[in-house]
């Protein structure tokens, strides 16, 4: 498959190859944050990709529904809040509000989402619904219930080519449920299947591709994360195939929790979940893989970086080589030094960076080979229990914040996306933000294409 993908990548324009997704890493949207849009829920409208999800910079505690659009799928711009804490109510102060999904309903239209909805200690188990005019714009919450009077938890939207939508909802005492909605999405009006083994599968992820439904979902192992598994049917109400992994058996799905299956012109499926932080809910991360699909098998494999290329008809790609250039080989300014790091690759990094001194590293002369868009990986440690932020500054543009979670002892990646020049002459600097120190810097890495 490597080498398939390889042959893909000479055949497309390689200005596209650039952008990379980078699963696990912390993501920094236009605003200079972590992506806050866990459990998040997708929908296209023109081109553009709109994220839904959980802004969990107050754990558990409800704050917003953010919303964020991307046309490529890696460069993601905050937009706003599609809901946001109330006073009091079901968006009240310590309220849950989890797994938001949003489909477009062709009747009303209306964008309509669904959002699990709970107390702090998750006794209310229902579904709460809101619709709103434009899709990234403020919805009004309608409120909550309990789907055909059965507990809700985990739940997703599916709204399949007849313009039908569907609610499916994990309801500990009895299973699995796919209810049809209402025509105007605001209610459910029947059951259309169980999947009767309680405390099987939460986590649920829906699509349709040629004819065959595929749902995926998780084990019920909390914030822990466990093999993910799917199945699939001709039909939403009979038929469905036994419970299988996708993912490489023992790798808890790569660390991550099903949200989202998101399917492009039925070409490219990629498979998006969650790599929860329980301890920490904002600093969890966003674990994105392309699905390879052949009729009733799915296998999806691990990508260290790898490019979604919205352009190719024929799959995703797989990255190309990258030059790795170590932080400690920089040139320092102010209170910024090469530091012993035990994680690191060389076993050094480049540290100090930012503080009261204003430490930043210069990385010089390193080579890109596009001119376009590109993904920049750092490897980098935060051993502080907050995020840390870089101000760094790509040859002559404008300098971008960065964010690197903390990392406790460990290196981890963060990612950013800039333009540099084609050749063998790009400087990074890599300066605090503010008066902050920024992370200890292991290394960086370009792609080669
Ligand atoms: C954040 O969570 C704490 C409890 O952990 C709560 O006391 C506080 O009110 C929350 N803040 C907001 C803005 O909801
Ligand atoms: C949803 O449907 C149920 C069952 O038909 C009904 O009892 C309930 O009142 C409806 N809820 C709303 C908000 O219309
Ligand atoms: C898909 O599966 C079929 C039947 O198992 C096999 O014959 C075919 O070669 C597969 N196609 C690809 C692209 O792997
Ligand atoms: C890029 O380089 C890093 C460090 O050597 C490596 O871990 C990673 O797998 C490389 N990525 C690709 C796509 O080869
Ligand atoms: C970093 O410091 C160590 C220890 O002093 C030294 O051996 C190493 O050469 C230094 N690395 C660079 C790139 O200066
Ligand atoms: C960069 O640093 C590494 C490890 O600290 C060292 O082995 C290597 O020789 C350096 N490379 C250059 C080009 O200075
Ligand atoms: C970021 O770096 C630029 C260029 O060095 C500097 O002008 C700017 O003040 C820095 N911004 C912050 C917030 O540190
Ligand atoms: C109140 C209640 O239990 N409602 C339904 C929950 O789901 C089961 C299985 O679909 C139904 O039999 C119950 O009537």
Redesign the pocket.
Known sequence: MKLLLAILGALVPSTLASLELVPGASWTATNGEHLQAHGAGFIEEDGTYYMVGEDKTNGTNFLNINCYSSTDLVQWKYVGALLSQTESGDLGPGRVVERPKVIYNDKTKKYVLYVHIDSSNYGEAKVGVATGDSVCGKYDYLGSFQPNGNTSRDMTLFKDDDGSGYLISEDRPNGLHIYKLTDDYHNVSSETYLFPDPGNVEAPALIKRDGLYYLFGSHLSGWSNNDNVYTTSKSLSSGWADWKTFADVGSNTYESQTTFVLSIDDKQIMYMGDRWVSENLMTSTYVWLPLNINGTSVIMKWYDQWVPNLLSQSGFLAAPANTTI?G??GTYDGDARNISCSGC????AAGYIGGPDGGSVTLRDFEAKDSAETTVTFEYRNGDSGTRYANVTFNDLPPQKVAFLTTGGAVKRSVINTQLKAGPYNTIVIDGYDTGYGPDIDRVEVPLE
Request: no cysteine; hydrophobic share 0%.
């Open positions: 170590q400690e080989n690759s060389g076993g050094y």
